[in-house]
């Protein structure tokens, strides 16, 4: 359960409306469960306990969050810490899972071996799998449910003079614009900022989506904006075609102006009678200046110079900024990673430095390491474990200086919420899916006595779902139980946690006229279970100038059977492939014939599993600190304390100090720690 729940807003005194803005979003944006979404809105947000993992350099201003929005908010506002600037990439609720590739990295034991030959690692030769990261799967009314939640959580911890962009697509934005109306206000939006992230699609039915819309709200008139200037474009710059003796290329400009009022601006000039854009003294100066041209009918024009462009005033349509391509410095292989110069532009308008910029959805850690550029503090929030690796990193490469928080919620036993959820199907011993129940039951397990139990699992992607109260077991007792085939005795439901035992047991046996008994279970306690660390073996030696440790045998289990099941899967679908295909399957240089799968295999010692290994020569126990840090990149090199080499790692490393913890990451983002 959370510790406690802090209100979204000022503790309200009696005879005071509470949250009245969302009375408009009952009357105008009416979709199912809101009702329910505005009475958690009205309970507060649920405040978890925090526990510190890390400290990465010195300044803990800084954040990464593992954790929800809603727990992030709430913990933010309990500590009184307010943002700036939000931009939040959240899930567009396209009907997409999203996956990270996984990269069986080089065998460092042969690294000798492939510097010595001076072979080219190739990208197409690396053999990969995939992981999912999160699921955008959501109907249009549980997905709105969450956002609503989300935005009125987010409004919370902003200052009086932040903004917020909300960066969307096609599949669900106007319905997000709209609800943002309600939560901000129709005043508080500015813009819908229109950015070309993909080519054309020649493949479209009708019109091409090429597009995402980020809309962009303010709190108040008073909120921060610098103004953005933009490259020309080399249609208006081919026009510069006139030059000075000195070679200096100019653009004549027009000096009169009709709508101008007023006697200085009414006068003659070297012939010429207008309605001028400044008075006779601006005039004179310009001409001795040699910045006027005399046409050839004797009208002025005032010489625009090519090189004082200062650019033009960033507009709300963006097609100067690329994707983030294949072969892009930045990329890390992290879905839906946007490119760091959409979120330079974002930053540099709507916050100045020293600012605190933050993201919900983090993903990758863009906007934290572009804030940390630009001298902005940040904070990183992502209920995805692979995200908060990707992120720290990332920043500390980037020479940031951070905290790294891991919101006790209990969902974050796993990577990520998908793969949990996917994990405890496997975990619920005698779970097997049943096509004659409805959706709403995970599948049921039979009983030798009790016969089928039909078995509900929260959905641990949607926090509404996470807590069991009086109103989900009433839609349990009077939509989902009424529904069960004839029969059915018991149904098993599970819970994370539950709001008041007493109360929901009395409310049960009050108003349970289905027969069928209920059986509560914590799930918690199937998820104590889910993480099985990996085992390592390794020597250390003392020498001269440190200790040495060479790793000897590396093994992960979870990453055996993902590897098996990919192997297995793969295969049967080769299996399929029609013998045409197979006989007409192209040879290579030793004649042999080329399939299109060959099982990832692993090695006896297993050491390409590993990513990341991490010394911590100061503390045994408690707060991680990093104080030598290896990681090999998906081609073999290996990266020491945030600096890239040339080198392949071989399997060993060296440190001044000895090392009292060893932290291992293997490629899939899982971590274990195993004491020296």
């Known amino acids: ?57 010195d300044n803990s201003s800084n954040k990464l969050i593992r954790g929800e929005c809603l ?4 913990y933010l506002k309990d500590q009184g810490i307010q943002v700036d600037l939000v931009y939040i990439d959240p899930p567009f609720a396209s009907g997409a899972d999203y996956a990270k590739k996984v990269y069986l990295l080089k065998n460092p034991k042969v690294a000798e071996k492939i510097a010595r030959a001076e072979e080219e690692l190739e990208m197409e030769e690396l053999r990969a799998f995939e992981e999912k990261m999160y699921g955008d799967i959501w109907n249009k009314e549980d997905y709105l449910n969450w956002m609503h939640e989300n935005l009125q959580a987010i409004k919370s ?23 943002m109306d309600e939560v901000f206000g129709e005043d508080a939006f500015q813009n819908e900022i229109v950015w070309k992230c993909t080519t054309a699609h020649s493949d479209a039915g009708y019109y091409g989506n090429n597009f995402n819309s980020i809309y962009f709200y303010t709190r108040s008139v008073e909120s921060t904006f610098n103004e953005v200037m933009q490259a020309y474009d080399e249609d208006y710059l081919n026009r510069f075609k006139s030059k000075d003796p000195g070679g200096r290329l100019w653009e004549s400009g027009n000096l009169t102006a009709k709508g101008l009022k007023g006697d200085g601006y009414d006068y003659e000039y070297k012939g010429c009678r207008s309605l001028w854009r400044c008075p006779l003294g601006t005039m004179e100066r310009l001409d001795r200046e040699g910045r006027l041209h005399i046409t050839k009918t004797g009208g002025i024009r005032l010489k ?12 709300a349509l963006w097609t100067d900024i690329n994707p983030v391509n294949s072969q892009a410095s930045e990329r890390t292989d992290y879905a839906t990673q946007k490119p760091e110069a959409l979120l330079e532009r974002i930053i540099k308008a709507s916050s100045n430095e020293g600012m605190m910029v933050a993201d919900f959805f983090g993903g990758s850690g863009v906007t934290a390491k572009v804030a940390h550029g630009l001298k902005r503090n940040f904070i990183h929030v992502d209920v995805g474990l692979n995200s908060v690796q990707t992120a720290r990193d990332r920043l500390k490469s980037a020479g940031a200086g951070f905290a790294v928080y891991d919101i006790q919620d209990g969902v974050s036993l796993f990577r990520n919420p998908v793969q949990t959820m996917d994990k405890l199907k496997q975990l619920i011993t005698g779970l097997k899916n049943e096509d004659a129940l409805d959706s ?23 926090h509404g779902s996470k807590v069991l109260d009086i109103p989900l077991m009433n839609r349990i007792l009077n939509e989902a139980m009424p529904d069960l085939p004839d029969g059915i005795k018991t149904v098993i439901v599970y819970y994370v946690d539950i709001e008041n035992e007493a109360e929901l047991k009395n409310f049960i046996h009050e108003y349970n006229v289905t027969g069928i008994d209920i059986e509560l279970r914590d799930l918690k306690i199937i998820l104590d279970d889910v993480v099985v660390n990996d085992t390592l073996d390794y020597t250390m030696e003392q020498t001269e100038t440190g200790y040495e440790l060479d790793f000897n045998l590396f093994t992960s289990d979870r990453l055996v059977q993902k590897i098996d099941a990919y192997n297995q899967k793969k295969a049967l679908n080769d299996n399929k492939k029609s013998l045409f295909e197979l006989n007409n399957a192209t040879e290579d240089s030793k004649g042999k014939k080329k399939i299109s799968f060959t099982p990832i295999t692993i090695s006896k010692n297993g050491l390409e599993l590993i990513e990341v290994i991490s010394l911590d020569c100061s503390n045994g126990d408690g707060l991680w600190k990093s104080d030598y840090e290896l990681k090999i990149d998906k081609l073999g090199y290996a990266i020491i304390n945030g600096v890239k080499t040339k080198e392949f790692w071989d399997g ?24 020296v």
Request: aromatic share 10%; glycine share 6%.
């Open 304 to 315: 625009v110079y090519k090189d004082e462009l200062k650019g033009m005033p960033c507009q």
């Open 1 to 57: 359960m959370p510790v406690k729940y802090i209100p979204y807003y000022p503790i309200t005194v009696e005879g005071q409306a509470i949250l009245d803005n969302i009375t408009r979003t009952r009357r105008v944006l009416r979709y199912r469960d809101n009702d329910k979404v505005i009475d958690r809105i009205k309970r507060g947000m649920p405040y978890y306990e925090l526990e510190k993992l890390e400290e990465v350099g």
């Open 71 to 74: 727990s992030a908010c709430a």
């Open 157 to 179: 911890v902003m200052s009086d003079t932040a903004s917020i962009y909300v960066h969307l697509d096609w599949h669900i934005g106007h319905y997000v614009k709209v609800l």
């Open 440 to 462: 709403f039951w995970e599948g049921s397990i039979n009983d030798s006595k009790r016969g089928a139990m039909p078995v509900y699992v929260p959905n641990l992607l949607d």
């Open 652 to 675: 060993k490393v060296t440190s001044k100090i000895k090392p009292l913890r060893i932290k291992i990451r293997n490629i899939a983002g899982d971590e274990s720690v195993f004491a």
